[in-house]
């Protein structure tokens, strides 16, 4: 089953005037690097004729001709990649309604099965939670220190718990789950919230069509579904992430941060987080960058039961981090793209340098500029560098209670 591509109306055309603007440049380098006087003779008669004592005619228009192509084309390129980005279908990865009920009929290998719940001072849910969860398989809670009473109620009710001895974060905790899967050689598992915010029904129902199908992670689109409370801004930012991450990876993507989500045992030994929340992109990012088979489900999104959702302090916070940790993932997941796009913004400086008059005050900001944009990708091929180096030499760093 090959994976579905993203539907692209204007990327061809998009890729083409952006291959146009390098050849522009490169032209336009030659002849500054070059041909200096001949290019200097050309101006002077196209903006003073000789004989001609008046003002410069359409000076503005024929000292800037290069920068007035490069503004086009630069504005012509995004407007193309937004429009590309609104034509998106999201949709294009959901599962046929008779497909998903013929694999709902088979019933879950419990055995082979493990639930992954995440969960931190979840002490009012987390004992119906595993409850709910056990009918999908066997149960490991993944208490991320807790100050409350759940690490000893998950240790009485849990088949496994495993605990970190101080808040790591949630991506920590569901690499750490996975690890734990993986040891114990289950086949697929399944990332379940302590909050009871997702039902029995959708949980059992990711994991019997990934167990009878041949993909490689199932998840559950609330954007498809029902939702019963999420705040404006929030399903503002889930649909817009989805778009994105569909756009980028090429793979249609209806709910990228659904928190309900089954997978097997090889595409979790295929994956791993960089940042502490945002797993649910980098998840998206490694199933493109590995070629795994992904499908979504329609579910149901419940309001929470108790107590609040303590992942983010805002929707604003939450956009920051996972934007700056997307930007990172984007380099690494193409790197050539990435750099591309940073060097025609480089580009553009150039061209108005180059065709402006030598203002030093306005040369100095441009360059200013530029000097921080370099800096800026060094820095983001730092982090990977760092990031990966760190995940080469990290250890298990959590306790296995059962």
């Not at 001949?38 to 800037?64: E, M, S, T, V």
């Not at 920068?67 to 504005?75: A, K, M, Q, R």
């Not at 559950?220 to 778009?243: A, D, H, Q, V, Y």
């Not at 303590?310 to 604003?316: E, F, K, T, Y």
Request: charge should be positive; charged fraction near 20%; include cysteine.
């Amino acid at each position: 089953m090959k994976r579905t591509r993203v539907r692209r109306v204007f990327r061809p055309l998009s890729k083409t005037i952006f291959l146009f603007l390098i050849v522009i440049a490169l032209i336009n380098h030659v002849v500054v690097l070059f041909f200096p006087k001949r290019l200097q003779d050309f101006l002077q008669r196209i903006n003073r004729p000789p004989g001609y004592d008046g003002p410069p005619p359409f000076r503005g228009f024929f000292a800037d001709w290069q920068t007035s192509i490069v503004i086009i084309l630069v504005g012509s390129i995004l407007l193309l990649e937004f429009f590309s980005l609104l034509l998106v279908d999201k949709n294009a990865g959901l599962l046929p309604d008779d497909l998903i009920g013929e694999l709902t009929k088979i019933n879950v290998i419990k055995r082979t099965n493990l639930v992954l719940i995440p969960a931190y001072n979840e002490e009012e849910t987390i004992v119906e939670a595993i409850e709910v969860a056990k009918n999908a398989g066997r149960v490991l809670v993944i208490d991320d220190g807790s100050s409350d009473n759940t690490l000893n109620l998950s240790r009485e009710y849990a088949d496994h718990v495993i605990s970190h001895t101080k808040n790591l974060g949630l991506a920590k905790g569901i690499m750490n789950g996975i690890d734990f899967a993986l040891k114990n050689n289950y086949k697929t598992m399944v990332i379940f919230d302590a909050d009871l915010q997702y039902t029995q029904h959708d949980l059992e129902n990711v994991v019997k069509v990934l167990q009878n199908s041949n993909y490689d992670i199932i998840m559950g689109s609330r954007l498809t579904g029902s939702i019963e409370k999420m705040k404006i801004t929030k399903r503002f930012g889930n649909w817009l992430f989805s778009k994105t991450l569909s756009y980028i990876t090429e793979i249609p993507v209806s709910d990228g941060q659904t928190g309900l989500r089954a997978f097997t045992d090889v595409f979790a030994s295929n994956i791993s987080f960089r940042g502490q929340f945002t797993y649910t992109q980098e998840m998206i990012f490694e199933t493109a960058k590995n070629e795994f088979v992904m499908g979504e489900i329609p579910i149901e999104f419940k309001e929470r039961k108790a107590g609040e959702s303590r992942l983010m302090s805002g929707a604003i916070d939450y956009a920051i981090r996972a934007w700056n940790l997307n930007i990172q993932i984007i380099a690494e997941y193409n790197p050539i793209k990435f750099s591309l796009g940073m060097m025609a913004f480089l580009i553009l400086q150039s061209f108005i340098i180059i065709n402006k008059q030598f203002d030093l005050a306005k040369i100095s900001v441009l360059l200013f500029i530029s000097f921080y944009t370099i800096l800026f990708c060094l820095g983001i091929y730092a982090a990977i560098i760092i990031n990966r180096l760190q995940l080469m030499s990290s250890t298990r760093n959590y306790k296995v209670f059962k």
